[in-house]
């Protein structure tokens, strides 16, 4: 494979940041839109964009001409009851999850439009999409919108530009230390995966590499669920 132009949007941290790791083994030029440099210290070929997702997309001047691939990995977990659910929450999930993910990927078509071989787009969802769960009636909302987006723009921006989306469950990665905080609480959450254990970001990030390179050429438009059988799967003792 020749070296690509890559744009990880969230590559600072958890599995963003995995996936920058991965695309540097791969001799991949990785531009990384985040807040924050610390944890890209070291990390080969990669060239940072200060970029909040709640701000306008402009700030991705720094981009080359042309990109071969888009990875779009902001997310939030905001487990609450709906009834304490407020206008705000619902807008900033919506504007982290969905609406940053589109303004990116309106910003970066130009670019990416000019990739000779065709390029490719990853966004993130969650399990919770697929398999009802009490309290994340925001997170849902806006990740089902991610993967309607998948949909409509694999079919829209075909033959030239792949999309697809990875639905995690829950995986350890910072976002999810207060879920994750304690032998107890890790143990719950991992008695509830038929897989009887929680997901690595490195796993996550090994699938998303996996979309993005040409043995994924004939994938598009797909929400591949990574979440230890939890979507679709039922266990009984």
Not at 57 to 75: E, I, K, T
Not at 146 to 169: F, K, Q, Y
């Amino acid at each position: 494979m020749d070296r690509r132009s890559v744009l990880v949007v969230g590559g600072s941290s958890g599995i963003g940041l995995e996936i920058v790791k991965g695309l540097a083994l791969q001799g991949d030029e990785t531009y990384v839109g985040s807040r924050t440099t610390e944890k890209l210290a070291g990390v080969e070929k990669v060239h940072h964009l200060a970029f909040d997702v709640q701000e306008l997309p402009d700030q991705l001047q720094g981009l080359p001409d042309v990109l071969n691939a888009l990875v779009y990995c902001p997310g939030t977990i905001r487990l609450k009851p709906f009834q304490r659910l407020t206008r705000e929450e619902f807008l900033e999930d919506w504007q982290i999850n969905f609406l940053g993910a589109a303004r990116t990927i309106q910003a970066c078509l130009p670019h990416l439009k000019k990739a000779p071989a065709g390029a490719s787009i990853v966004l993130f969802s969650t399990v919770a999409v697929a398999c009802g769960m009490p309290f994340h009636a925001s997170i849902a909302g806006a990740k089902g919108a991610v993967e309607g987006l998948t949909r409509s723009l694999a079919a829209e921006l075909a033959p030239r530009i792949r999309v697809n989306a990875i639905a995690p469950s829950l995986t350890d990665t910072p976002l999810a230390a207060d879920l994750l905080a304690g032998d107890e609480k890790r143990k719950a959450a991992a008695e509830r995966h038929p897989l009887k254990r929680i997901g690595s970001a490195q796993e996550i990030a090994r699938l998303a590499l996996f979309l993005l390179s040409d043995d994924a050429a004939w994938i598009s438009g797909q929400i591949l669920h990574a979440d230890g059988g939890m979507g679709t799967l039922k266990t009984f003792k």
